[in-house]
């Protein structure tokens, strides 16, 4: 019997020192920035892990030429047909340029093509399982805040799906920013005519809608929809572009690429986009009037879904958000 007892003692000291030398399990990866690159004195490439989606993003930052100190912070986000590792601002939008001499950090975040910068409900096999609005106002803001010498003061702008996203985001994180701008883009979009706006958007890219917020009429579209939290838009610099869908003299002269598809064909959807976005803008105009909410209202008779009309716009926008900062 002692003997037994000696045996099994010692399978429990075996036991105990297995588990003992067992390597513990590994913690979860954190968010954090992997790399900088300075391609110019004023333009930064960022890789930000994202532990919510397991990745890494690529951004750019920029700064202006002349060092100020602490400064306030703009995100400025891409609409739905961005792809790759660029952003629309930089290109068509000339942000460079522009903001090289304003004293703001601006961040361009990249990749986020047809997924209107929001946490997914369930994968899609188009677009994966994204979780932007995660990313976008938990991970990345400390990181940039304390790389970039932030005063802790943001603002939000986007075009297209991401001037809808920048209503969202501020109306869901609203201790975040301080500002937010919609440059044609369909902020209500729990409205028959805002959802089914985002649905042809998604659809476009071969996205299914049903994966984003849940099928027609789901509590995910309400949850939201800036137009349902107004209170919480209180307070900060409101600014609303949007054309009208009416051809102008750009629209006549425009160049349309092969790859773009016919010159026709292109037109006529950069118009019907925007006759989209000016309802839903002037609906939304509407309901914060009703809220007693104060806005710059920028909705035009004329202008197409377009980089043209974009590109113009963003010094108005500029000169109404940048006192909030």
């Not at 290109?91 to 997914?120: C, H, I, M, R």
Request: hydrophobic share 40%; proline share 7%.
């Amino acid at each position: 019997m002692f003997r037994g007892f000696i045996r099994a003692a010692g399978a429990a000291c075996l036991v105990v020192l297995c588990l003992a030398a067992a390597p513990a399990a590994a913690a979860p990866a954190q968010s954090r920035i992997v790399s900088v690159v300075q391609e110019t004195p004023t333009r930064a490439a960022v890789w930000v892990y994202s532990a919510a989606m397991t990745k890494n993003i690529k951004l750019f930052v920029l700064t202006p030429r002349t060092e100020t100190g602490p400064r306030p912070t703009l995100y400025l986000l891409d609409g739905a047909g961005s792809r790759g590792n660029d952003s629309g601002w930089r290109g068509a939008g000339n942000v460079d340029e522009f903001f090289a001499d304003k004293d703001v950090t601006v961040v361009l975040p990249t990749g986020a093509y047809g997924s209107q910068y929001a946490d997914w409900q369930a994968r899609d096999p188009r677009v994966g399982r994204p979780m932007w609005e995660t990313f976008l106002t938990k991970e990345l803001p400390p990181l940039i805040d304390a790389r970039f010498d932030s005063d802790g003061s943001r603002g939000i702008a986007g075009v297209s799906m991401g001037g809808q996203a920048a209503f969202t985001l501020a109306s869901r994180a609203p201790e975040l920013y301080r500002a937010v701008a919609s440059i044609s883009g369909c902020p209500p979009v729990s409205s028959p005519q805002g959802e089914a706006y985002v649905r042809a958007t998604l659809a476009r890219g071969g996205a299914n809608a049903d994966n984003l917020w849940g099928p027609v009429g789901s509590p995910g579209w309400s949850d939201h929809d800036p137009a349902l939290r107004l209170q919480n838009l209180r307070g900060k610099a409101l600014y609303l572009y949007s054309g009208a869908g009416r051809l102008g003299p750009a629209d006549i002269k425009r160049d349309v690429t092969p790859e773009e598809g016919l010159y026709q064909v292109v037109l006529a959807a950069s118009s019907a986009f925007e006759i989209a976005t000016s309802d839903c803008s002037r609906r939304f105009a509407g309901q914060l009037r009703s809220a007693g909410l104060p806005f710059t209202d920028a909705l035009q008779d004329v202008g197409t879904h377009h980089w043209y009309y974009w590109e113009k716009e963003l010094p108005n926008m500029w000169k109404a958000i940048s006192p909030a900062l």
